[in-house]
Protein backbone atom coordinates (compact mmCIF):
# COMPACT_ATOMS: atom_id res chain seq x y z
CA UNK A 1 0.00 0.00 0.00
CA UNK A 2 1.42 3.43 -0.72
CA UNK A 3 1.38 5.48 2.55
CA UNK A 4 -0.93 7.82 2.54
CA UNK A 5 1.47 10.67 3.54
CA UNK A 6 2.60 10.28 0.52
CA UNK A 7 -1.01 11.46 -1.30
CA UNK A 8 -2.57 14.52 -1.01
CA UNK A 9 -6.32 14.94 -2.01
CA UNK A 10 -7.47 18.36 -2.97
CA UNK A 11 -10.71 19.51 -3.61
CA UNK A 12 -11.86 22.89 -5.57
CA UNK A 13 -15.09 23.81 -5.22
CA UNK A 14 -16.31 20.81 -3.45
CA UNK A 15 -15.32 19.46 0.28
CA UNK A 16 -13.75 16.31 0.09
CA UNK A 17 -15.34 13.82 3.10
CA UNK A 18 -13.69 11.85 4.72
CA UNK A 19 -15.61 9.22 3.13
CA UNK A 20 -14.20 9.89 -0.32
CA UNK A 21 -10.78 10.27 0.58
CA UNK A 22 -11.21 6.59 2.13
CA UNK A 23 -12.59 5.38 -0.95
CA UNK A 24 -9.47 6.96 -2.74
CA UNK A 25 -7.57 4.80 -0.39
CA UNK A 26 -8.99 1.60 -1.21
CA UNK A 27 -8.63 2.25 -4.90
CA UNK A 28 -5.34 3.08 -4.44
CA UNK A 29 -4.38 -0.40 -2.76
CA UNK A 30 -4.72 -1.69 -7.10
CA UNK A 31 -1.43 0.50 -7.43
CA UNK A 32 0.28 -1.67 -4.10
CA UNK A 33 2.37 -3.50 -6.33
CA UNK A 34 3.64 -0.63 -7.54
CA UNK A 35 4.34 1.65 -4.60
CA UNK A 36 8.30 1.28 -4.63
CA UNK A 37 8.03 3.30 -7.74
CA UNK A 38 5.77 5.85 -6.18
CA UNK A 39 7.53 8.53 -3.85
CA UNK A 40 4.00 10.96 -4.10
CA UNK A 41 0.35 11.22 -5.72
CA UNK A 42 -1.37 14.30 -5.83
CA UNK A 43 -5.49 13.90 -6.83
CA UNK A 44 -7.09 17.06 -7.44
CA UNK A 45 -10.81 16.77 -7.77
CA UNK A 46 -13.21 19.36 -9.05
CA UNK A 47 -16.71 19.78 -9.12
CA UNK A 48 -18.07 21.69 -12.49
CA UNK A 49 -21.43 22.74 -13.18
CA UNK A 50 -22.56 18.92 -13.87
CA UNK A 51 -19.63 16.70 -14.28
CA UNK A 52 -16.77 16.35 -11.93
CA UNK A 53 -13.03 17.01 -13.06
CA UNK A 54 -10.13 13.99 -11.07
CA UNK A 55 -6.61 15.06 -12.22
CA UNK A 56 -4.05 12.55 -10.69
CA UNK A 57 -0.75 13.70 -10.42
CA UNK A 58 1.72 10.71 -9.58
CA UNK A 59 5.79 11.40 -9.17
CA UNK A 60 8.01 8.58 -9.36
CA UNK A 61 11.33 7.78 -7.54
CA UNK A 62 13.34 8.19 -11.39
CA UNK A 63 11.62 12.21 -11.71
CA UNK A 64 8.95 11.02 -14.02
CA UNK A 65 5.47 12.75 -13.95
CA UNK A 66 2.22 10.83 -14.92
CA UNK A 67 -0.96 12.83 -15.37
CA UNK A 68 -4.35 11.50 -15.92
CA UNK A 69 -7.33 13.72 -16.01
CA UNK A 70 -11.04 11.83 -16.35
CA UNK A 71 -14.36 14.18 -16.20
CA UNK A 72 -17.59 12.46 -15.10
CA UNK A 73 -20.82 12.95 -13.92
CA UNK A 74 -20.44 10.46 -10.80
CA UNK A 75 -17.34 11.43 -8.55
CA UNK A 76 -16.72 7.66 -7.71
CA UNK A 77 -17.53 6.17 -11.27
CA UNK A 78 -14.75 9.19 -11.78
CA UNK A 79 -12.32 8.13 -9.69
CA UNK A 80 -12.29 4.01 -10.77
CA UNK A 81 -11.66 5.46 -14.23
CA UNK A 82 -8.63 7.48 -12.93
CA UNK A 83 -7.15 4.89 -10.72
CA UNK A 84 -7.87 1.92 -13.60
CA UNK A 85 -6.24 4.42 -16.23
CA UNK A 86 -3.42 4.87 -13.89
CA UNK A 87 -2.64 1.25 -13.07
CA UNK A 88 -2.99 0.81 -16.79
CA UNK A 89 0.08 3.13 -17.70
CA UNK A 90 2.16 1.70 -14.36
CA UNK A 91 2.31 -2.05 -16.31
CA UNK A 92 3.67 -0.57 -19.21
CA UNK A 93 6.33 1.26 -17.41
Do not use: C, W
Request: hydrophobic share 40%; net charge positive; proline share 1%.
Amino acid sequence: MIPTENIKVVGRNIDVSTEVKEFIYEKLDKLSRYHQKISSLEITIEKEKIDYLINILLHTYNKKIIKISVKDKSLHSGIDVAVDKLKDIMVKH
